[in-house]
């Protein structure tokens, strides 16, 4: 596709349950990359992949949160047992090149 | 260490007037800069790079290596305009991820 699709476009969960995210990157990038944006608007890097491997997942809270790029498949991100502090935009962006990263339009997940 | 400063939190100008967007950068060695906006939480688009010297909207961006800065600017705001800014830092390093400025809003008041 010419964009990147992200799924679900919000999606509300109790604490304690789990969240799955999903990305379709743009046909053709290799990267793709999942950021958190919470109220204050800064974004934090969790994770990247290129192609199906993990690139950098310098940013992942590892106890609880898990990404997979697998072949012919959207993009994951995956949240165990979600916490009030998860409640933000997941965005994911892909890339072909270092010079231009595209967004998606970002997942709203609310934990209640 | 890696990072990107927007001093502004808030810009609020007057339509038509000039728009200066602050950015500044640490990094050792010659990153790729990066504007973004947002509007209305929309997606994250790309506004300018520096590596292109482009002119997007009116506006333009000159990398300034000796201050480290990457300042947004645009002689005449205009309305449409508003939306949440972001400077984003591409290290030369093997990850490719950006490195985003807390941001700056812009608000261009009628």
């Known amino acids: 596709g010419e964009e990147v699709a992200q799924t679900p476009k919000h999606l509300v969960r109790g604490e304690g349950q789990k969240a799955k995210l999903y990305c379709a990157p743009i046909k053709g990038h290799s990267y793709v990359f999942w950021y958190q944006q919470v109220l204050k608007n800064e974004f934090k890097f969790l994770i990247s992949?290129?192609?199906?491997?993990?690139?950098?997942e310098t940013g992942m809270p590892k106890e609880r949160f898990s990404a997979k790029c697998l072949p012919n498949s959207p993009c994951s991100l995956e949240i165990q047992a979600t916490k009030l502090e998860d409640s933000a935009v997941y965005f994911c962006?892909?890339?072909?090149?270092?010079?231009?990263?595209?967004f998606g339009e970002g997942s709203w997940l609310t934990v209640v | 260490a890696q990072r990107v400063t927007q001093p502004e939190k808030l810009l609020s100008v007057f339509k038509g007037a000039p728009v200066e967007l602050k950015c500044n950068y640490s990094?050792?060695?010659?990153?790729?800069l990066f504007w973004y906006v947002q509007y209305s939480r929309q997606r994250l688009q790309l506004l300018l790079r520096h590596i292109s010297r482009e002119s997007i909207k009116g506006f333009t961006a000159d990398l300034n290596k000796g201050e480290t800065s990457f300042h947004l600017k645009k002689p005449f705001a205009q309305e449409e305009d508003s939306a949440m800014y972001y400077c984003?830092?591409?290290?030369?390093?093997?990850?490719?991820?950006?490195?985003f400025g807390s941001g700056t809003r812009l608000l261009v008041r009628p």
């Open positions: 962006a892909s890339s072909q090149s270092r010079n231009t990263i595209y």
């Open positions: 990094y050792s060695g010659s990153p790729e």
């Open positions: 984003a830092l591409n290290g030369m390093d093997s990850s490719y991820k950006l490195i």
């Open positions: 992949f290129q192609n199906e491997n993990v690139f950098d």
